[in-house]
């Protein structure tokens, strides 16, 4: 019976032991608790930086895309109204020739 109440007196000792926090130990786990909110904060505002980034770039890839079909449709336009006038001065070359 000596044993069994020894051995419980000895585990609650250290049960009561280990509930019992010092100052130290508050103050470290605040701090780590403060570190590991403001390491994560820097995180979030990096990665709304990088999505900031990464949509602007796409919106300059889709404009700079816009502009290049809109420069193709406009050469294009131009190179028919170029043959167009081409013709048409062929055409009255052709009858300048026939009646002079």
């Known amino acids: 019976m000596k044993k069994i109440a020894i051995t419980l007196a000895a585990v609650a000792a250290l049960g009561v032991a280990a509930c019992n926090k010092t100052d130290t130990t508050d103050a470290n786990n605040t701090t780590d608790v403060n570190a590991t909110t403001t390491e994560t904060g820097n995180d979030i505002d990096a990665a709304a930086t990088d999505a900031n980034a990464s949509a602007s770039n796409a919106s300059d890839a ?39």
Not at 62 to 69: F, K, M, P, R
Not at 77 to 95: I, L, P, R, T
């Open 62 to 100: 889709t404009s700079n895309a816009l502009d290049s079909v809109g420069n193709s449709a406009s050469n294009a336009a131009a190179d028919v109204g170029n043959v167009a006038a081409s013709g048409a001065n062929a055409v009255a070359n052709a009858a300048h020739d026939a009646t002079h």
